[in-house]
C-alpha cells in the first residue's frame, strides 16, 4: 500500500482513503506548528503535499513505489521528492528524526497490544549529565523495585581519555540525536522522573520536562521544583 511505503507513521491506518490520511496529517500539521515544531511542520507540510497530489491525480492505493512507478509520478510530485531529498535536508538528519519518531510510535502501539496486565512499569530518569552518580543510584533502586527503568548512557572513565563526558554528545556530533533518543525512551514510559539535584534544570532535562507533560506522562522531582535551576522554589 502507498500510505505504508511513504507514511509509516500511519501504517494502522492501511485500510484507509487516503483523504482521511491527509485529515490526520492536517491535523498534525496544526500541532507542529503550534508547538513551534518546526521540523516536523516542513517534513508534514512536504508528506501532505505528496497526498495532494496522490489524490488529484487518483493514483490508487495499490501503487508501489518502484523505478518505473516514481518515474511515472506527476512532475511537481517528482519535483517536490527531489528538492526534499537534495536540497532541504542534505544530511538527512530531519528525516532520520522523522524516522526514528515514527518507528517509537509503532512500537508503543505494538507494546501496548501486548502488554500483559501485570507488566512492570517503565519509568524514564532525566537530568543532567552531571548527575549521572544520582542517575546510576536511583536506576538501581528503583530496579530493585521491580521497576523498568529507561536512562540516559553512562559513560566508564576510561571513555573518552581526555574529553569531558558531561558534554561527550556535543563533542561527538551526536547531541541532537541523543535527545531525541531519550524523548522516544519517555514515549515508552508510563512515569517520568527528573533528577534535579539542587533544584537544578538545564535546557535539555526542561525540554525533556516539556515533552513529558505534552504526553501527559505521570512526572515526579527529586527534589521539590524550582524555577530556572535558580534555586528559587516555584
Same mark, same amino acid.
Given at each position: ?14 485500510? @484507509?482513503?487516503? %483523504?482521511?490520511? @491527509?485529515?490526520?496529517? %492536517?491535523?498534525?500539521?496544526?500541532? @507542529? ?9 516542513? *517534513? &508534514?507540510?512536504? +508528506? #501532505? @503535499? &505528496? ?43 530531519? +528525516? ?20 500483559? !496486565?501485570? *507488566? ?9 549529565? +552531571?548527575?549521572?552518580?544520582?542517575? #546510576? ?38 547531541? %541532537? ?6 524523548? +522516544?525512551? &519517555? ?29 501527559? !506522562?505521570?512526572?515526579? *522531582? ?13
Amino acid at each position: 500500500m502507498i500510505k505504508n511505503k511513504i507514511f509509516s507513521v500511519y501504517d494502522r491506518m492501511d485500510k @484507509a482513503p487516503l %483523504e482521511l490520511v @491527509a485529515a490526520a496529517f %492536517e491535523a498534525d500539521l496544526i500541532e @507542529a506548528t503550534l508547538e513551534k515544531d518546526l521540523d516536523q511542520r516542513d *517534513f &508534514i507540510k512536504g +508528506r #501532505l @503535499a &505528496i497526498l495532494y497530489a496522490l489524490m488529484k491525480y487518483k493514483i490508487h492505493n495499490d501503487w508501489l513505489p518502484t523505478p518505473e512507478n516514481t518515474n511515472a509520478l506527476p512532475e511537481p510530485v517528482r519535483k517536490y521528492i527531489h528538492d526534499l531529498v537534495a536540497n532541504c535536508d542534505p544530511a538527512g538528519i530531519v +528525516r532520520e528524526n522523522i524516522l526514528i519518531k515514527d518507528t517509537c510510535k509503532a512500537l508503543v502501539i505494538k507494546l501496548e497490544e501486548k502488554k500483559p !496486565k501485570d *507488566f512492570p512499569k517503565i519509568i524514564c530518569l532525566c537530568g543532567s549529565t +552531571r548527575f549521572t552518580e544520582t542517575m #546510576l543510584t536511583y536506576q538501581w533502586g528503583l530496579t530493585k523495585q521491580g521497576f523498568i527503568v529507561l536512562s540516559w548512557c553512562a559513560l566508564p572513565d576510561s571513555y573518552p581519555r581526555g574529553k569531558d563526558k558531561n558534554h561527550i554528545g556535543d563533542q561527538e556530533g551526536v547531541k %541532537e540525536l541523543v535527545d531525541e533518543i531519550h524523548l +522516544r525512551k &519517555i514515549d515508552l514510559s508510563d512515569e517520568v522522573m527528573i533528577l534535579n539535584v539542587g533544584g537544578y534544570i538545564g535546557e535539555s532535562t526542561q525540554n525533556e520536562l516539556n515533552y513529558a507533560k505534552k504526553k501527559k !506522562k505521570v512526572i515526579r *522531582f527529586l527534589e521539590p521544583k524550582r524555577r530556572g535551576g535558580c534555586g528559587k522554589p516555584c
